[in-house]
C-alpha cells in the first residue's frame, strides 16, 4: 500500500514496536526452555523426588549463564537506546542470585556436596529471569492491541484502481495513480485515492476514517475520502489527493506523533518510576543489612534483598500511563478525532468552558439567501445583483450564499458543456437586459476591500461604491439605517442573519439569510452541559439573531457581533480568570482565536487534516466530536491517577512483605509479573467506552 507512505520516518514507532515485540518473543523462548529443568527440578523436590543430573552444579550453572547473559545482552541494549530501562531492578536481582550460585557452588561447599545440592540460587536467577521477561511479554501483547488501528489502517487501501484513458477503463496499482486523473468507482468497491465526484451519486462508508456508522450520501461535487467504501451506485472522480497528502496518510502520521510524544503526566510517571527503583534498591539494602545483624546467613539476607528487588514493578507505572495514553489517542483516531500530542489529549480533561463559533461550527455554516428587501427607489434584483458583485471575490460563507443566489441552478452531472455554456448564456442575457451589463450576468468590479468583521467595500463598473455588511460598517461609512431598524429587529427575531446593501452612499436594502442547525447540535450542547462545562456562542451577527439561535440549542452565554480580534480578546479574558478554555472553529478563519485558547478544536476538516490541523482535529463535520474527546480525556486520566495510586500502594507494601522474609524471590517474581501485565491490560481496555 505505497500511498499510505509505510516507509516514511511516521510509520517507524509501530514498526519499532513490532520488532521489539518479535525480539522479547525469541528470548523468551529460548530462556522459558532453558528454565524448564528448574521448574521441573522444584516440581520433583516437592514430592521428594531428587534426580542427581537436574541438580549438578555445572549444568545449572551453563543453562543460568546463558539465560544471564540474555537478560544483560537485553538491558545494555536498552540503555544504549536512552530508554527509561524498567528491567533495571530485575536485573540486578537475577546477577545477584546467580552471583550467590556461584558463591554457594564453588566456594561455601565443596564439589561433591554441592552437586547434589537443590538450592544453588541458580535456579532463581533463572526463574525469576524468565517470570520477569514473560511479564514483560504480556504487556507488550496487551499494548500491540492498541496498535490493531494502525495495522488496520494501513491495509485498507485497495491496490488496483479503475482509470479512464481516453474512453477506456483500464486498472492500475494505487501507487500509479497521479493527481488529476479520473477514477472510476464500481458499486462495493473501495475508493483509491482523495478527490472529488465528477459524475454520478453514491453512499460511502467512511466509518474507517470518521468512525461514522452510517453511510453518507454523495453527489457531483462532494469530496470522497480514499479507502472508505462505495455503497451504493457507480460514479466518476478526479484525483486530488494521493501518497502522504492522502487523508489515510495524514491521519497514520498523526496518530504515530501523538503517541510518541511525552506529556506532563507521562513525565511525572518517569520521575515517579525512578523514585521508586531508588527506594526499592534503598530497601533492598536495608534488608539484607537488617538480616545479617540480626545473626543470619549471607543466604537468607540475600534472599530478602532479591525479593525486595525482584517482587517491585515501578515500570508498570510507564507502561500503564502509556498505553491508557496510546489507547486513547487510537479510541479518538477510530472516531474521527486526531489529537496534536499527548499533552493536548490529557489537558483536554480540564476544559471548563468551551467558546463555539456559531457559522460551521453550530450551523452547517451553508447559508441561504431567503428574502430580499428594497427601498429608495431601488429593485430587489438590483439589490442581490450588486451585492453579488461585490461578494464574488470573498470566500465568507454569507458572500458565497448572496454570490450562488444570482448563479444559474445547473446540476452538471449528465449534461454535456455546450448545454451548460447555453444555460450561462441565456442567464447572462436575462440580467443584460434587466440591469444593462454586457458580458457578463454580474457587473465587474473596479476595487474591491474587506473589512474583517464588518463585510464588504466594492466599487463596482461606473463608479458606484456598494457595501455589503452589518451595522458597524453602516456605521463607519455614516450610512443610516435607522428608519428600517424595526424590519431588522423583525427578521433577526427570527433568527435570520441579516445583511444591509448601501449603492452610492445611500440605504439601498435588506438581504435575509437562514443557516440550519446541525444534527447533532442539540445533543452534543445538552452532553456538554452534563460534563459541567460553560458554553459560550461566538457569532458576528446581531445580538437578536444571535439570541434567538441560542434559545434555539439552550446556549445562555452569548458573545455577538465579534470581529476576529475581538474573539481572541475574548479568549484572553476568560483564560485571565482562570478558565481552561477550548475554542471549537473550522480551523482557517478561526485560527487566530483558536491559537489564543488553552485548546484549539476544528471539526470538519475532511481530507484537509495537516494543513487544519489544531490541537485537537475532528474529521467529522459534527458538534458531536467534541464531548466525545472531553469525556474520552476525563476517563483516561482518571484510570491513569487510579492505577499509579494502586502501582504504589502495591509496590510499598510488597516491598515491606518481603523484606520481612516472607516472600521467595520466585514466587516475587511470578507476582510481580502478573500484577504488572494485567494492570496495563486494564490500562488500555476502553471498550466500554463510547461507541
Not at 15 to 25: M, R, V, Y
Not at 436 to 450: H, M, N, Q, R
Not at 553 to 566: D, F
Amino acid at each position: 500500500m505505497p500511498h499510505t507512505a509505510l516507509n516514511s520516518p511516521h510509520t517507524r514507532p509501530y514498526t519499532t514496536f513490532s520488532q521489539e515485540l518479535a525480539s522479547l518473543s525469541r528470548d523468551l523462548i529460548i530462556i522459558a526452555v532453558l528454565s524448564v529443568l528448574f521448574l521441573l527440578d522444584i516440581t520433583l523436590n516437592l514430592f521428594g523426588v531428587k534426580i542427581d543430573f537436574l541438580q549438578n552444579v555445572w549444568l545449572q550453572l551453563i543453562l543460568a549463564g546463558i539465560i544471564q547473559t540474555y537478560v544483560i545482552i537485553r538491558f545494555v541494549r536498552i540503555l544504549k537506546n536512552n530508554a527509561v530501562n524498567s528491567d533495571i531492578l530485575v536485573t540486578l536481582a537475577t546477577v545477584i542470585a546467580f552471583l550467590l550460585g556461584v558463591y554457594n557452588g564453588f566456594f561455601v561447599l565443596n564439589i561433591e556436596v554441592s552437586t547434589k545440592m537443590s538450592k544453588l540460587f541458580f535456579e532463581t536467577s533463572a526463574i525469576v529471569s524468565a517470570a520477569g521477561m514473560f511479564g514483560k511479554y504480556l504487556q507488550y501483547v496487551a499494548l500491540s492491541q492498541t496498535n490493531d488501528v494502525i495495522d488496520r489502517l494501513q491495509n485498507i487501501a485497495p491496490k488496483t484502481a479503475h482509470v479512464r484513458r481516453l474512453s477506456d477503463e483500464i486498472d492500475i496499482p494505487t501507487e500509479n495513480i497521479k493527481v488529476g486523473d479520473t477514477l472510476i468507482v464500481h458499486s462495493g468497491e473501495k475508493i483509491p485515492a482523495d478527490g472529488v465526484i465528477l459524475n454520478g451519486l453514491t453512499s460511502v462508508d467512511e466509518f474507517m476514517i470518521t468512525g461514522d456508522s452510517l453511510p453518507v450520501a454523495k453527489q457531483q461535487g462532494d469530496r470522497v475520502i480514499g479507502s472508505t467504501i462505495s455503497k451504493l451506485g457507480t460514479f466518476e472522480m478526479r484525483a486530488e489527493k494521493v501518497g502522504d497528502d492522502a487523508a489515510l496518510s495524514q491521519i497514520i502520521r498523526v496518530i504515530n506523533e501523538a503517541q510518541c510524544s511525552k506529556s506532563t503526566l507521562q513525565k511525572q510517571a518517569e520521575s515517579t518510576y525512578k523514585v521508586f527503583v531508588a527506594i526499592a534498591i534503598i530497601a533492598s539494602t536495608i534488608a539484607l543489612l537488617g538480616w545479617w545483624l540480626l545473626g543470619k546467613d549471607v543466604n537468607r539476607a540475600l534472599t530478602s534483598m532479591v525479593s525486595v528487588l525482584v517482587v517491585v514493578c515501578p515500570c508498570a507505572l510507564i507502561r500503564a500511563s502509556n498505553g491508557s495514553t496510546a489507547a486513547g489517542i487510537l479510541k479518538a483516531a477510530q472516531n474521527g478525532v486526531l489529537f496534536r500530542d499527548s499533552e493536548h489529549f490529557h489537558a483536554t480533561s480540564k476544559i471548563d468552558t468551551i467558546l463555539l463559533d456559531k457559522s460551521g461550527t453550530i450551523t452547517k455554516g451553508t447559508p441561504e439567501v431567503i428574502e430580499v428587501i428594497a427601498f429608495n427607489g431601488f429593485f430587489e434584483e438590483e439589490i442581490i445583483t450588486f451585492a453579488a458583485a461585490a461578494e464574488k471575490n470573498s470566500k465568507h460563507p454569507i458572500a458565497r450564499a448572496i454570490y450562488s443566489h444570482t448563479q444559474p441552478n445547473i446540476i452538471m452531472g449528465g449534461l454535456s458543456e455546450a448545454t451548460v455554456r447555453s444555460a450561462e448564456n441565456e442567464f447572462v442575457a436575462l440580467h443584460s437586459s434587466q440591469h444593462g451589463f454586457i458580458g457578463s450576468s454580474l457587473p465587474p468590479t473596479e476595487a474591491f476591500e474587506a473589512v474583517a468583521g464588518l463585510g464588504i467595500c466594492a466599487v463596482i463598473a461606473g463608479g458606484r461604491t456598494v457595501l455589503v455588511g452589518n451595522r458597524g460598517l453602516m456605521r463607519e461609512s455614516r450610512i443610516d439605517f435607522k428608519q428600517y431598524e424595526k424590519v431588522l429587529v423583525e427578521l433577526e427575531m427570527h433568527g435570520k442573519t441579516v445583511i444591509l446593501v448601501a449603492i452610492g452612499g445611500k440605504a439601498a436594502g435588506i438581504i435575509a439569510l437562514a443557516d440550519t442547525l446541525k444534527e447533532s447540535t442539540h445533543d452534543a450542547i445538552n452532553t456538554l452541559k452534563k460534563l459541567c462545562i460553560d458554553i459560550y456562542m461566538l457569532t458576528g451577527d446581531s445580538k437578536h439573531t444571535s439570541n434567538t439561535i441560542g434559545k434555539l440549542v439552550g446556549i445562555k452565554n452569548i458573545i455577538a457581533e465579534v470581529v476576529p480580534e475581538s474573539k481572541v480578546n475574548g479568549i484572553v479574558k476568560l483564560r485571565a480568570s482562570g478558565k481552561t478554555i477550548a475554542m471549537v472553529g473550522d480551523g482557517i478563519k478561526d485560527s487566530k482565536a483558536l491559537q489564543a485558547a488553552n485548546i484549539g478544536i476544528s471539526i470538519g476538516v475532511g481530507t484537509d487534516i495537516l494543513s487544519k490541523m489544531s490541537d485537537i482535529t475532528s474529521i467529522r463535520d459534527e458538534l458531536s466530536s467534541i464531548p466525545f474527546a472531553i469525556e474520552l480525556s476525563r476517563v483516561v486520566v482518571k484510570k491513569i491517577k487510579r492505577n499509579t495510586l494502586c502501582i504504589c500502594v502495591y509496590n510499598l507494601f510488597c516491598m515491606a512483605v518481603a523484606a520481612l522474609g516472607l516472600f521467595h524471590p520466585i514466587y516475587a517474581g511470578v507476582l510481580a509479573a502478573f500484577f504488572s501485565a494485567m494492570l496495563v491490560k486494564n490500562s488500555i481496555s476502553l471498550r466500554k467506552f463510547g461507541a
